[in-house]
């Protein structure tokens, strides 16, 4: 069974409603190809791993993946947090031989789940220093992606 993680913060569904269409989506990707997290976006910033401000994950491998992060020393400041959860979670579960996914990567790259080539950036100006593609979605885009951590000024 799988679990839907918000944080706050995160407007949507933004697509898909009623019913809560949204969630095929989420589901698919999460039941191909051995997949153990799928979220709205792949970072390829430090390492690639999925965003979390909304993600799935099947229940026992969250608890099992938690599990193997808390059993490592805490983190102590904001970055140690997310390098340790955000980013912990992604290369936990890779280590494991599970894959990782998202709805953009899924989108743009047209495979179910990340195959070690991060998105290229398409739109210049967007910001390179988080190569997240955050920065280069085009409206179009936006209408099939669900969530959202943040408001683009362009749209």
Same mark, same amino acid.
């Given at each position: ?6 944080i ?36 390829c910033?430090?390492?690639p ?13 969250? !608890?099992?993946?938690? @599990?193997l ?8 400041? #904001?970055?140690? +947090?997310? /390098? ?13 031989g ?13 495979t ?6 991060? !998105?290229?950036?398409? @739109? ?6 988080n190569?997240t593609? #955050?920065?280069? +979605?085009? /409206? ?16």
């Amino acid at each position: 069974m799988p679990n839907i993680i918000v944080i706050s913060g995160v407007r949507g569904p933004l697509t898909r409603r009623n019913n809560g269409d949204w969630l095929a989506e989420y589901r698919r990707l999460l039941d191909l190809n051995n997949v153990g997290i799928v979220g709205s976006t792949i970072s390829c910033e430090s390492t690639p791993h999925v965003q979390t401000h909304i993600f799935a994950m099947h229940t026992e491998l969250f !608890i099992k993946a938690t @599990r193997l992060i808390d059993s490592g020393p805490r983190a102590k400041t #904001w970055l140690g +947090i997310v /390098a340790q959860y955000e980013v912990g979670l992604s290369t936990t579960l890779l280590s494991q031989g599970y894959n990782i996914s998202s709805v953009l990567y899924d989108q743009r790259m047209k495979t179910s789940y990340f195959n070690g080539t991060c !998105i290229p950036v398409e @739109r210049k100006g967007a910001d390179l220093l988080n190569p997240t593609s #955050w920065c280069d +979605i085009k /409206a179009e885009e936006v209408r099939h992606r669900v969530f959202m951590n943040c408001i683009f000024g362009d749209l």
